[in-house]
């Protein structure tokens, strides 16, 4: 038991930490200019994409630098030349219009690079197992994978709390009329931070793309989940995400391993299990099966008693 | 010279004349293909449907059907959805194209069975008939078994006969763990697993029993630390497409080093995933064999496969089976009616490329065949798979009369 609690939290820790990758950006954009980017997970998607044909031109590791910073670019591209044109129309054209840019990335990549799973792998150097409990091994590259989101989530913490660029983002986020007043160029702070959260969207997609397989579908396996993670920790709140995170990757590989039903939870209290009436599949169900709606079901709890996510300020 | 008026009446004799043309006897006989040519199975469909394709070039440059007809496959993207492939279907059948196949999936071959039996009995003139190349779910051929449905791949009861024999001479397995995908096909595999184990080796446990959501699970490894937590010296599982692919790489990840016992895990990048450390522990029970390929026809036609499709393997040599049927069924039948070609199709016999002698028995529209366990290795290997030099070699052929199940169909014949 205990060698399934130890992988388990390992393999959770790393898939916590991917999401709050994705999930760092979304909130970022969301706090600053209220919009929900829907073409998000397309972000995330397009990093994958787009480290998968560099390293087949020169390596996975220019591929780690350069394709965040082309997703970055893309990112500012679509916010000054697309979002901006159509922030005056409010929310609901926003809304609309990131949903088109999800679909068109989506078509675009399918366009490119075609349908199949692409043969993306992570360098050949951090091809071995780190180490071995109990005859399991745990993989080098998922350890690269947990170094790299908990740096960016360091790296975010102090860029947002301890710089100028900080201090303006924090400022522009509640009062951006007033930081505009002070000659702050807030539009371009937008940019920046609509990039930024683009870049980090890439990073999680060229770091994921080797472990969960780059193919067009990765958008929309991510995508509904990233924005679960937001709702639980609090629309807008960094560290909201972050315990979200954490929490929505633990729920998720904590079930599989799971394989208590319902009718144990009878047996447990007392009543025979039910094994022929309409609800019998429902009884006999094993956490394990229904691990992958646990998170909406902990998204709707959420929901209905705390509306303000975890650590949010805001209504949903 | 002519006048205007003589003109216009010219150019539409000659337009009409234009589309009346494609309505001759060249007219192809068009197959719809109806998969998953997108999502996470889409590169199971594309390249089955390059199979087809393939199959029906081959076909054509034989000759074609009915004296001349070329036969044209034609892809219709289903997202391995039971709800788009009746969408697809409503297409086909309005489109006037009268055979279809799938493979991919139960699920969907349940929803389509019911479609066209449905169709068939209510619109004698607008029939379909239904080649299921690919979905094992034995209830197909048994209490949900219709008259406009042929099978052409060995189902699941048939494929897990064959496997637990062969478990079963391993003295030493003791603990197994049966993983699949959680929906029709992966339940009866695990069932016919419980089944035949119980009955052929019952001191072996089943120290695990886990279905999992079909083409959600991206990272395998909590599954796989489960496995090894339960002691398993075996893995059954029927997982196909990405989540073969995928279940593979986590236990390469994490090292686990114990045979599987598996039904689609070769081609489609897994060989690749799996790698050297399959040799020898991965298997997998399938109806054709690549190496040795027996025939020089077979070789001959894998060859000119892979020279067309490089990256691609043939990995679904049934494909062959099913269209090659087909077509003698129309010639016998003299029409494409699909009443017709039922009624051809009906105790068919057919020798493959391969040599197999196989039968498409009359009782429940299954086609009896030899079964074959094959072994992932690197020696021997003439056709290896994913370009990795690793391949499947040819271990145990189980004839097609051991390989037989009984079946409880009640055919309803029209």
Request: charged share 15%.
């Amino acid at each position: 038991m205990l060698e399934l609690t130890v992988f388990s939290l390992l393999n959770g820790l790393v898939y916590g930490l991917l999401l709050f990758m994705l999930s760092a950006g979304l909130t970022l954009i969301f706090s600053m200019m209220g919009v929900l980017n829907f073409a998000h997970a397309g972000l995330y998607m397009l990093g994958a994409y787009f480290a998968y044909s560099i390293s087949t031109k020169v390596g996975f590791w220019p591929g780690l630098v350069v394709a965040p910073v082309l997703v970055g670019v893309v990112g500012a591209l679509i916010e000054r030349y697309g979002l901006r044109n159509v922030h005056r129309y409010g929310h609901v054209a926003e809304l609309i219009f990131t949903f088109g840019i999800a679909f068109l990335i989506e078509e675009t990549v399918q366009l490119v690079w075609g349908k199949q799973t692409m043969d993306y792998h992570g360098p050949a150097m951090l091809d071995f197992p780190l180490f071995a409990l109990w005859g399991i091994e745990f993989p080098a590259y998922k350890a690269f994978m947990l170094a790299i989101s908990i740096g960016i989530f360091i790296a975010l913490l102090v860029v947002l709390t301890r710089t100028r660029v900080g201090l303006i983002i924090q400022a522009a986020i509640s009062h951006p009329n007033q930081v505009a007043m002070l000659g702050h160029n807030v539009p371009l702070v937008f940019t920046g931070v609509f990039g930024f959260g683009s870049a980090l969207a890439g990073l999680a997609g060229v770091i994921a793309g080797p472990e969960l397989g780059t193919s067009p579908g990765m958008a929309s396996v991510l995508g509904s989940i990233v924005f679960v993670v937001i709702v639980v920790g609090g629309l807008g709140s960094l560290w909201g995400a972050f315990l979200a995170s954490l929490l929505i990757g633990m729920l998720q590989t904590f079930a599989v391993a799971v394989d208590y039903s319902l009718n144990d939870l009878f047996a447990a209290i007392g009543i025979p299990p039910d094994k022929t009436g309409a609800l019998s599949d429902l009884y006999s169900a094993t956490l394990a099966q229904i691990g992958p709606i646990l998170p909406y079901l902990l998204m709707v709890v959420i929901l209905i008693f705390r509306p303000t996510g975890l650590l949010g300020k805001r209504e949903v | 010279m002519l006048n205007r008026r003589q003109f216009t009446r010219l150019a539409a004799a000659l337009a009409a004349g234009l589309v009346a043309l494609p309505t001759l006897a060249a007219d192809p006989v068009r197959v719809a293909f109806i998969d998953p040519l997108s999502g996470p199975f889409a590169s199971v469909g594309t390249y089955g449907l390059h199979q087809f394709q393939f199959t029906a070039e081959e076909i054509n440059k034989a000759g074609g059907v009915l004296g001349g007809r070329k036969l044209e496959v034609i892809g219709f993207d289903n997202k391995v959805s039971p709800k788009e492939s009746l969408i697809q279907l409503k297409r086909v059948i309005g489109d006037g194209i009268q055979f279809i196949v799938q493979g991919n999936s139960s699920g969907v071959a349940h929803a389509l069975i019911d479609a066209v039996t449905k169709q068939d009995e209510r619109n004698p003139d607008h029939r379909v008939l239904y080649l299921n190349y690919s979905a094992v779910d034995p209830a197909l051929t048994n209490e949900d078994c219709s008259y406009w449905h042929f099978r052409f791949d060995a189902n699941a009861d048939m494929k897990m006969n064959a496997l637990t024999d062969v478990i079963a001479t391993n003295k030493n397995m003791k603990r197994i763990y049966i993983i699949g995908q959680d929906y029709s096909f992966g339940k009866a595999v695990a069932a016919a697993a419980v089944r035949d184990l119980a009955s052929k080796r019952p001191d072996i446990q089943i120290v695990g029993n886990e279905l999992h959501p079909i083409g959600k699970v991206k990272d395998f490894s909590p599954y796989i630390a489960k496995i090894k937590a339960a002691g398993a010296q075996a893995v059954i599982t029927g997982n196909w497409g990405a989540d073969m692919l995928n279940l593979a790489k986590a236990a390469q990840d994490a090292g686990l080093e114990i045979p599987f016992y598996t039904y689609y895990a070769a081609g489609n990048g897994i060989t690749k995933a799996i790698g050297t450390g399959g040799i020898g522990k991965v298997r997998l029970v399938s109806e054709g064999t690549m190496n040795p390929p027996l025939t020089k026809a077979w070789s001959d036609e894998m060859k000119r496969f892979k020279a067309k499709y490089p990256d691609e393997d043939w990995t679904q040599p049934r494909v062959s089976n099913t269209l090659h049927m087909l077509a003698l069924a129309i010639n016998k039948a003299g029409s494409t009616e699909p009443a017709k070609v039922a009624a051809a199709l009906e105790g068919m016999h057919y020798t493959a490329l391969w040599g197999d002698k196989v039968t498409m028995r009359a009782s429940d529209h299954q086609l009896q065949m030899p079964v074959r366990i094959q072994v992932q290795t690197n020696k021997g290997i003439e056709f290896d798979l994913d370009n990795s030099g690793l391949g499947l070699l040819n271990e145990e052929t189980v004839s097609a009369e051991n390989a037989s199940t009984p079946t409880t169909c009640k055919m309803k014949r029209p």
